[in-house]
């Protein structure tokens, strides 16, 4: 069992940056993939990235590729979204999850935190 509480979420204007943290409790975190979603308002929950076991193994949405960075600390058992020159359609609620294997599914993922808020004004 893995629970992951998201921080870091909150209000800003259109091209500002916000790091979006997500904590594990579990010992084997390094052991997982993990992954952020998005989902705006009214909208499916939608895949943003994912980092892998090696850290140096990522996958991003073509919405965020090349303004996000995901990444990883396993001695804090810790990963991160770096999120870079935000546009008001990335607001909207954004979940990690961790999961066993290497998937963009939301319905692969088991562990899931219960997501921080991300309000882009224009």
């Known amino acids: 069992q893995v629970q992951l509480v998201e921080s870091g979420g909150g209000l800003v204007q259109a091209g500002d940056s916000l790091r979006l943290s997500c904590a594990a409790s579990?010992?084997?975190?390094?052991?997982?993939?993990v992954g952020w979603f998005h989902q705006a308002p009214g909208k499916e929950r939608e895949f943003v990235a994912y980092?892998?076991?090696?850290?140096?193994?990522?996958a991003y949405s073509d919405s965020v590729k090349g303004r996000f960075t995901i990444s990883r600390d396993n001695a804090k058992n810790t990963v991160y979204l770096q999120m870079n020159s935000l546009k008001p359609e990335d607001t909207g609620v954004y979940f990690c999850?961790?999961?066993?294997?290497?998937?963009?599914?939301?319905?692969?993922?088991?562990?899931w935190g219960q997501g921080t808020q991300v309000t882009v004004s224009s």
């Open positions: 999850a961790a999961a066993a294997v290497y998937t963009r599914l939301s319905s692969t993922y088991p562990y």
């Open positions: 980092v892998g076991t090696r850290i140096t193994l990522t």
């Open positions: 579990a010992g084997t975190f390094s052991s997982y993939v």
